[in-house]
Each structure stands twice: as structure tokens, then as C-alpha cells.
């Protein structure tokens, strides 16, 4: 059977919830890690940063080696070190003297192979033959909420079936995605967004004003969505009161599902929406919600608040993606690498500043939040720019 590009938009897909994976597996467990090896919230925090911060490294590096590469090796590049990072997790921290070691080492595996898929797949499906550009981006980025959902119910169960303290079998279980998708990205066309030697360079890009103030977007977009995402388990947890399993099923996977169900949507109807107008209202419920979750002292309005910062949240990194690749068709490998680095700093930087936050208030991941909320209404301000400027 000849494969299509339609199977390659699906493989894509399947990309996108890897990467879920690779982001919100973890989360899960902070509390498992701080109970089972005596790892403190300030070295939780260390986790969440160098998963992102590796990302946005490997963002920069990819840049340049990608396209010499070709997306085809690179993106089976990107698999294995996934495969080996899941494997690792499961078992390294067991095997090193300090477990927390051994959790560095196996976050900096799926971190590197998680920064090439991000840098890679947009790109791809961006090449791929489709009518509508904007849609088949917010509907490839809905696939990346319904990975997280997944992570979500599927360890929920997982973990009530067979007990917390089966968690690293777990892990090994998931290496079989990015295997699967791997094997996937094998057979199925290839194309590039733009034709070799004519994206634009670096030095082009950054002297670019509407670059530059899509680079802010994309970073806030990405911290507006992981100060929450990042913290959502531990937060219902410990914050709100809640049980793990109400926690994770009602505030992490409603957040997930709500994004997922704002992009779809967004996908579905994005030829009649203004694009502009979409992420400035979205933005302004991403501030609303924030503000929900650290200042009303009720778990309902929290769990309620972490499902709407999702909503909110959801259309913000996808709409900047088709932003740029609109406003810059010359982009090319080089763009979509500065935005995946943009985005990382921002998801390393939401989570950071919650955290500290956090420890500046006694642990109180409520305050934590508030204090995120500068990355939420900047993304206000930038989207009320850009339409200027436009």
C-alpha cells in the first residue's frame, strides 16, 4: 500500500502526542519522587526547567543540522532518543546512588529527542498539500491535548489498577509510541516547507520587527500554558485539597481536554473566526482563569479555572505558529526553529516562576500561579500589537 501524505499528516499527529508524553508523564509522578527519594520542591523545579531548557537547546542546534540532515533522519532521530529516554526513566533512578541523577539523565534523553519533534512536525505538515493552513495547524496542535489527556486517564488507571509504586513499568510502556511512530516515519513522503537555500537566515529573521514580536508571543504562549499544566497535579493535590485521582482527572485532564477542544474547534471553524481577535479574547480568559485559581479559596473554582487556562491557553501557540509561517512564507527550517526556542524558554520560564513563586509564599502553588500571570497579559499586549502593526 502506497503511503500519502495524509499519512504523513497522521504520523505528525502521533508526533504531537509523544511529545505529550514526554511532557506531562512526569508531573504525575513529582509527588511519587519526593516521597519515594527524598527530592525536594526546589529540585522538582529543577526538572520541569532542564526538560525545557535541553528542548530549547536542541530548538537552537536543530536549526542548523536539520535541514543537512534531512527531516526524514532526523525526525528517526528524534524517536529513538525518546525510546531511550522512557526506557531510562524507568529504570535509571534505581541504579544510581543519587535517583535524582538518574531522573536528569533520563529527562535529558526524551528532552532531546521531544525539543527535534518540535522543531520538525510543524514544519512537515506546514509542507504537506492542505487547504487551509490555520486549521490543519490548531488541528495538529489539538492532537498534542488529547496526547495529554491520554497520559492523564491512562496512567489514572494504570496507577489505580496496579498501584503508584508499579510507575516505572509504565514508563517502559510508553517507549512503545514513539517505536510505533518511528517505524511510521519510515515510509510515509516527505516534503520541505521551503526549497533548499532559500529560507530566510538568521540574521534576516532577528532584524525582523514582526519576528521579533512573534518570538514574544510564542514565548508567552508557552508559559501561560505550562505555569499551569506543569503544576496542575501537585497543585490539586496539595493546594486545592483534592484526591489524586479527582485531581488529575478534573484540573490536569480538564485542562488538556479544553485546549484540545479550543483547537479543534478552531480547526473546524477557523476560516470564519479572525485569527487576531480569537488569541486576544483567549489570552483575556487565560487571565480570568489564573486569576480563578489563586484568588478564589474553593477547590471547585480552582479545578474550574485549571480546565479554563486551558481553553484559554489553546489556541495561543498554534495561532502564533500560523502567524508566522503567514506573515514570513520564507521562514522556513530556521523560523520554525527560533519559534520552537521562543516557545521552550517561555515553558521552562511559566513553570520556574510559579514554582519560585511557590517557595516565596511558604509552598503555596495558589500564589505561585499569580505570580505567572505576567505571561497571560503580555500575550494581551502583543496580540493588540501585532493587529496594530498588521
Not at 500500500?1 to 508524553?21: E, H, R, S
Not at 536543530?62 to 526506557?87: D, N, P, Q, V
Not at 511512530?181 to 520587527?209: N, Q, T
Not at 485559581?293 to 495561543?316: E, K, M, Q, R, Y
Request: aromatic content about 12%.
Amino acid at each position: 500500500m502506497k503511503l500519502t501524505y495524509k499519512n504523513t499528516i497522521y504520523a505528525c499527529f502521533l508526533g504531537y502526542i509523544v511529545q505529550a508524553v514526554i511532557n506531562n508523564f512526569a508531573p504525575l509522578l513529582f509527588l511519587m519522587f519526593q516521597t519515594t527519594y527524598n527530592i525536594p520542591l526546589s529540585q522538582i523545579t529543577l526538572l520541569i526547567g532542564f526538560n525545557f531548557v535541553v528542548q530549547l537547546c536542541v530548538d537552537l542546534a536543530s536549526a542548523g543540522f536539520a535541514e543537512k540532515l534531512g527531516y526524514r533522519k532526523s525526525m528517526l532521530l528524534a524517536h529513538l532518543l525518546c525510546i531511550m529516554g522512557f526506557i531510562a526513566l524507568g529504570t535509571l533512578p534505581e541504579l544510581f546512588p543519587s535517583p535524582f541523577f538518574g531522573l536528569l539523565i533520563s529527562v535529558f534523553l526524551y528532552a532531546m529527542g521531544g525539543g527535534l519533534l518540535e522543531v520538525l512536525v510543524s514544519p512537515i505538515v506546514e509542507a504537506c498539500p492542505t487547504d487551509n493552513k490555520e486549521k490543519a495547524m490548531s488541528l495538529l496542535h489539538s492532537f498534542y491535548c488529547w496526547g495529554v489527556a491520554a497520559v492523564i486517564v491512562i496512567s489514572t488507571v494504570f496507577f489505580s489498577v496496579f498501584g503508584m509504586e508499579n510507575w516505572r513499568i509504565l514508563a517502559l510502556i510508553w517507549a512503545v509510541l514513539p517505536l510505533a511512530d518511528g517505524i511510521l516515519f519510515m515510509f510515509v513522503p516527505i516534503e520541505k516547507p521551503v526549497a533548499e537555500g532559500k529560507g530566510m537566515k538568521l540574521r534576516e529573521l532577528i532584524s525582523c520587527k514582526t519576528f521579533v514580536i512573534l518570538l514574544f508571543m510564542m514565548l508567552c504562549a508557552g508559559a501561560s500554558e505550562q505555569a499551569v499544566s506543569q503544576w496542575a497535579s501537585t497543585l490539586c493535590e496539595k493546594a486545592l485539597g483534592v484526591s489524586k485521582t479527582v485531581g488529575d482527572l478534573c484540573g490536569t485532564a480538564g485542562f488538556a481536554i479544553l485546549m484540545g477542544l479550543s483547537r479543534a474547534l478552531f480547526g473546524k471553524f477557523g476560516d470564519r473566526i479572525s485569527l487576531s481577535r480569537a488569541m486576544s479574547v483567549s489570552a483575556l480568559l487565560c487571565v480570568c482563569a489564573y486569576l480563578l485559581i489563586s484568588l478564589v479559596p474553593s477547590p471547585a473554582a480552582g479545578l474550574i479555572g485549571c480546565a479554563l487556562c486551558g481553553f484559554g491557553v489553546g489556541i495561543l501557540w498554534p495561532g502564533t505558529f500560523s502567524k508566522s509561517s503567514s506573515a514570513l512564507p520564507r521562514g522556513g527550517t530556521m523560523m520554525y526553529a527560533l519559534l520552537a526556542l521562543a516557545g521552550d524558554i517561555g515553558c521552562a520560564a511559566g513553570p520556574a516562576v510559579a514554582g519560585f513563586g511557590a517557595d516565596v509564599f511558604g509552598g503555596n502553588l495558589r500564589y505561585g500561579v499569580l505570580c505567572a500571570i505576567v505571561f497571560p497579559t503580555a500575550m494581551i499586549v502583543l496580540t493588540m500589537i501585532r493587529r496594530k502593526e498588521k
